[in-house]
């Protein structure tokens, strides 16, 4: 079963502008990763969030962590045509050993 | 040269035959994984190795097995592939870091159709 849930499932925008990826969880988590595959290549990891950290920012990347809400978004900022890709949110559980659970991801389509 | 190499990259094979994926890693990591993605779909764990006397089962590891040959291999064979067995899968190394990082790096993946 998938521990993560993306939304929403498929998102296009201009270049430019912002985009926004949510994720939600069920179950409590040591910490909550995001990331990137190209179609059909590997997954690429962005950013990993643990579970006491509220925002974290690496470039044009922003995430976000609510705990209470068992939630996270991704935001990108100025979208670029190579940004376009799937992006999947993966939640490492609290126990020893923490293997990563996929969401079922976002694809997004930026327009040039 | 590509940290985590996944053979054969393609594969086309009959129902019944036997199939082996293989995975090797130059990261020097202990955690290694199999994963199934479907279309329009996330990653499903087959398989994880966190040393090579370590092997544990995944959410779906029916129909499959694997084979942790030394740190650097991580093998992964289908007995009898079946048609709902065509996916893409991908290999998977990771570290334990300190603060309980764990991000894992993918291999390009292996298509495998099963006719």
């Known amino acids: 079963s998938q521990q993560g849930e993306e939304d929403p499932q498929a998102l296009s925008i201009q270049e430019g502008e912002n985009a926004t990826m949510n994720c939600s969880y069920k179950?409590?988590?040591?910490?909550l990763q995001w990331y990137r595959q190209n179609s059909g290549r590997g997954l690429v990891h962005l950013i990993l969030?643990?579970?006491?950290?509220r925002e974290k920012h690496s470039g044009r990347l922003r995430v976000t962590l609510d705990t209470s809400k068992k939630s996270s978004s991704l935001l990108i900022t100025a979208s670029r045509a190579a940004d376009t890709a799937s992006y999947f949110c993966?939640?490492?559980?609290?126990?020893?050993?923490?293997?990563?659970?996929f969401g079922s991801g976002t694809q997004l389509t930026v327009l040039p | 040269d590509a940290d985590v190499t996944q053979t054969p990259r393609n594969r086309i094979t009959k129902t019944g035959k036997r199939i082996m994926l293989e995975c090797s890693q130059t990261?020097?990591?202990?955690?290694m994984y199999w994963y199934r993605q479907d279309p329009g779909l996330g990653l499903q764990l087959i398989y994880y190795?966190?040393?090579?006397?370590?092997?544990n089962k995944g959410e779906i590891s029916d129909g499959y097995s694997v084979s942790r040959q030394a740190q650097a291999k991580f093998s992964l064979s289908l007995e009898s592939a079946i048609p709902n067995q065509t996916a893409l899968y991908f290999c998977?190394?990771?570290?334990?870091?300190?603060?309980?990082?764990?991000?894992?790096?993918f291999g390009p993946g292996t298509r495998l159709t099963v006719l």
């Open positions: 990261k020097g990591h202990d955690r």
């Open positions: 179950t409590s988590i040591n910490n």
């Open positions: 969030i643990r579970s006491n950290e």
């Open positions: 998977a190394t990771s570290a334990e870091l300190a603060g309980g990082r764990n991000e894992q790096f």
């Open positions: 993966a939640t490492a559980g609290s126990g020893s050993a923490r293997q990563l659970t």
């Open positions: 190795s966190f040393d090579v006397k370590d092997i």
